[in-house]
């Protein structure tokens, strides 16, 4: 059986105080594989962006255990969270964020010469990621010379550059028409098989969630198995 790489456990989140706190994570508890897609797939309000944030180390949970590769961050300082979604997390969002003045290659390779790569290694890591999600002919070119689809393509090739075992993921198509959409979770589904990484999506497309390994909801706090 694969490895868990990203393992939650009784995580609880509020926000606010007295009668005015708002309970989004309750007891919440989840594993995903390496290999693995988990797809997310909730209400609006019902505390995605809440359970990416606290997986990804971005947020502090009130209680509970949030496990990075068999290592529980719940007591590490500020500066060793860093450091872990640094090595270990790629982020996918909704609006790709790309740095306009780089081209598509340099926006992939920056975060590894940020990690201490030398620019040669970078750029060929970069051109491997760019090809391999069938964009290398646009490697020069700056975001504003690319569709969505292609900018998209290029923020996973960003979030893939430093070899991470875990992909979190907001509504990476949530800009995109169904095509496109269709063409970027392609790209993204082959990224996590050939590199075993694992992922965990946050979508309110229900086709594209039906096409993850899995798919869980949030109710009442709790993260449970879903059926779309």
């Known amino acids: 059986m694969s490895e868990v790489y990203l393992r939650l456990r009784d995580v609880h989140r509020h926000y606010g105080e007295g009668e005015a706190v708002i309970k ?13 897609m988990v797809a997310l797939v909730a209400p609006s309000g019902a505390g995605k962006s809440t359970l990416l944030h606290i997986s990804g180390l971005l947020e502090r949970a009130q209680s509970g255990e949030v496990e990075i ?9 500020d500066r060793a969270r860093t450091q872990i979604r640094r090595e270990r997390i790629g ?7 790309l740095l306009p003045e780089f081209s598509a290659l340099e926006n992939v390779s920056i975060p590894q010469m940020i990690a201490g790569v030398s620019t040669t290694d970078a750029n060929k890591r970069s051109r491997d ?8 002919e646009r490697a020069t070119h700056r975001p ?18 430093n070899k991470p ?6 509504e990476p198509t ?17 990224m996590i098989n050939e590199q075993g990484v694992a992922a965990l999506i946050a979508t309110h ?24």
């Open 91 to 97: 982020y996918i969002y909704q609006f790709h964020h």
């Open 24 to 36: 989004v994570l309750e007891s919440a508890s989840l594993d995903v594989r390496s290999g693995e």
């Open 205 to 228: 497309n229900h086709d594209l969630a039906r096409r993850a390994h899995r798919i869980v909801t949030i109710q009442h706090g709790r993260i449970i198995q879903a059926e779309l």
């Open 129 to 136: 990621l760019l090809a391999s999600l069938g964009i290398a």
């Open 165 to 170: 075992q875990i992909i979190l993921a907001d």
């Open 69 to 77: 590769c068999g290592n529980d961050s719940s007591q590490l300082s």
């Open 144 to 161: 504003a010379e690319l569709s969505g689809g292609e900018q998209q393509r290029v923020a996973i090739a960003r979030a893939a550059a």
């Open 174 to 190: 949530g800009n995109l028409d169904p095509e496109t959409s269709d063409r970027v979770f392609e790209a993204l589904s082959l």
